[in-house]
T-cell receptor
């Protein structure tokens, strides 16, 4: 099985722009979660989607949004970019929210740089 | 709020030796899951080992084992026969029903395995 894929792998944007990141989960996985990784704050949960619905949301401003499509692929969008949004954005997929293992498989991440 | 604390930002171990990475967490729930994830340099995060809180037996995966002390809320990772390929950031993570299964990560421990 192919692993979790994320596109693009690298992005450079300027302040005020918006950006859309994409994540394709492992085939058969229905839950997709997004995390932001920065040197200062570490790994922080952004949101989770399951069956095209946002099921859980972390403590991030409304500039961060996402969606999930019927094929479980997910996108996240960040509007009005700020310098502090520079980070590695990780997507993780899992079989489902009620899996007793709750194992999340991570993608390689998208490195976003905001200038 | 749940917190995960990794008190060792950096550690070093020689090849073939044993090293233990510490992790403590805080929760008021009785049912939860604990994980150790490994993030090699410039490579994606992978699950090393997981532990269900209701299981008293410590999890083991080949050279990796955990010491789960539920009362003390401690979850340390022991790596035996360390190999150069074990060099990576190691993250302790925690999830529970109340958090909607979002992973709550510690700040990480950077492990360097030297020849």
């Amino acid at each position: 099985k192919a692993g979790v894929t994320q596109t693009p792998r690298y992005l450079i944007k300027t302040r005020g722009q918006q950006v859309t990141l994409s994540c394709s989960p492992i085939s058969g996985h229905r839950s997709v979660s997004w995390y932001q990784q920065t040197p200062g704050q570490g790994l922080q949960f952004l949101f989770e989607y399951f069956s095209e619905t946002q099921r859980n949301k972390g403590n991030f401003p409304g500039r961060f949004s996402g969606r999930q499509f019927s094929n479980s692929r997910s996108e996240m969008n960040v509007s009005t970019l700020e310098l502090g949004d520079s980070a590695l954005y990780l997507c993780a997929s899992s079989l489902g929210r009620w899996s007793s293992y709750n194992e999340q498989f991570f993608g390689p991440g998208t490195r976003l740089t905001v200038l | 709020a749940q917190t995960v604390t990794q008190s060792q930002p950096e550690m070093s171990v020689q090849e073939a030796e044993t090293v233990t990475l510490s992790c403590t967490y805080d929760t008021s729930e009785s049912n939860y899951y604990l994980f150790w994830y490994k993030q090699p340099p410039s490579r994606q995060m992978i699950l090393v080992i997981r532990q269900e809180a209701y299981k008293q037996q410590n999890a083991t995966e080949n050279r990796f084992s955990v010491n789960f002390q539920k009362a003390a809320k401690s979850f340390s990772l022991k790596i035996s026969d360390s190999q150069l390929g074990d060099t990576a950031m190691y993250f302790c993570a925690f999830t529970e029903t109340n958090s909607g299964y979002a992973l709550n990560f510690g700040k990480g421990t950077s492990l360097l395995v030297t020849p």
